[in-house]
């Protein structure tokens, strides 16, 4: 089994910083790729950054140039550095991790969430 476990989230003021963490820990033998989703209130689950183990990294439009993804493979962790947020990045934001288990099987946990809340 595979746990992931987020922290770093709070309450920050527009234009502020927030840096979130992701450990993943348990039965696992490879990490493909690790990513940060988030959900708004009344909005579907979408797709934040994510980074491959070879450090090739995606971005959501809305976050290019503000928000920096990064991994440590020794640690099965990840972060996300977050720069001049704003309200509308407000959301739940999730920790996704997909590669392989020590069993051989295919990969893909999510973390419990942690509130990001951005006051105007």
């Known amino acids: 089994q595979v746990h992931l476990v987020e922290s770093g989230g709070g309450l920050v003021q527009t234009g502020g910083s927030l840096r979130l963490s992701c450990a993943a820990s348990?039965?696992?033998?490879?990490?493909?790729?690790m990513g940060w989703y988030r959900q708004a209130p009344g909005k579907q689950r979408e797709l934040v950054a994510v980074i491959t183990d070879g450090r090739r990294t995606i971005y959501a439009d809305s976050v290019k140039g503000r928000f920096t993804i990064s991994r440590d493979n020794a640690k099965n962790a990840m972060y996300l550095q977050m720069n001049s947020l704003k309200p509308e990045d407000t959301a739940v934001y999730y920790c996704?991790?997909?590669?392989?288990?020590?069993?051989?099987?295919?990969?893909?946990?999510w973390g419990q969430g942690t509130l990001v809340t951005v006051s105007s």
């Open positions: 996704n991790t997909r590669g392989t288990t020590a069993s051989g099987y295919a990969l893909d946990a």
């Open positions: 348990g039965s696992i033998f490879r990490i493909n790729a």
